[in-house]
């Protein structure tokens, strides 16, 4: 399967841990992007990566989160010291292309993360 | 901000039957529109897209209009199969930036046979 992979596919930490999530876009996509869909809510963009470069981190919370796409390597985002609110379904998605793209992303099937 | 708004779900409807599920949008200037699918276990993909008024966007036997007097993009499609089962997201380009797409929350549809 060449498509965006995410792995955990769930995650389960307490208050006070961290959580690492990571994506592997599609082959030949150097795009990526991360979305957050909260309970009852549509996904909300986060942050564009491309490879060593965060492109918009407009989204991101500007505390305990932080998302890195390596030159080598799939693509981190990064939850430090998780609270009970961060739990949600994080989305990765890539593109080939160089934005503004219409739309032709290609989605993970989410990581979904629950803080206890 | 750009937002969209789309019907609750669930919906459940049996085969052959007639589909729409509704989508609002407000934005300052003509985003482009999209639906995306999630199928059970899978991630989203793109169903269908529209970039400017009065466009149809088509796939699958879906299809959505976008009307700017109504600032609507509904997913319509005449006889739905088992197969359609999944959530259903409306969203717009976001006019900041092409990148970032701004969803609704999702309908889910179940068909039964």
């Known amino acids: 399967n060449a498509g965006v992979m995410q792995n955990p596919r769930h995650l389960v930490r307490r208050r006070g841990q961290e959580a690492r999530l990571r994506c592997s876009p599609m082959?030949?996509?150097?795009?990526v992007y991360w979305y957050r869909q909260l309970p009852e809510e549509g996904l909300k963009f986060m942050v564009y990566?491309?490879?060593?470069?965060?492109?918009?981190e407009s989204g991101m919370p500007k505390e305990r989160f932080s998302a890195e796409f390596p030159k080598e390597g799939p693509s981190i985002l990064r939850i430090q010291q998780v609270v009970r609110g961060d739990s949600a379904a994080y989305f990765c998605?890539?593109?080939?292309?160089?934005?503004?793209?219409?739309?032709?992303?290609?989605f993970g099937e989410g990581s979904r993360l629950t803080v206890l | 901000g750009d937002s969209v708004t789309q019907m609750e779900g669930p919906v459940t409807l049996s085969e052959e039957a007639f589909l729409t599920i509704n989508c609002t949008y407000t934005?300052?200037?003509?985003?482009?529109l999209f639906w995306y699918v999630q199928y059970p276990g899978e991630g989203l993909q793109l169903l269908l897209k529209?970039?400017?008024?009065?466009d149809k966007g088509s796939n699958k036997g879906f299809e959505a209009t976008y009307r700017k007097e109504t600032t609507s993009f509904h997913l319509e499609k005449g006889s739905v199969q088992v197969s359609d089962s999944a959530v259903y997201f409306c969203?717009?380009?976001?006019?900041?930036?092409?990148?970032?797409?701004?969803f609704g929350k999702g309908t889910s549809l179940l068909v039964t046979p």
């Open positions: 934005a300052t200037g003509y985003p482009s």
């Open positions: 998605a890539s593109s080939a292309g160089t934005p503004p793209n219409t739309g032709e992303l290609f």
């Open positions: 990566l491309q490879k060593e470069n965060i492109i918009d």
């Open positions: 082959k030949g996509h150097s795009h």
């Open positions: 969203a717009l380009e976001n006019s900041n930036s092409g990148y970032a797409l701004n």
């Open positions: 529209a970039t400017k008024a009065d």
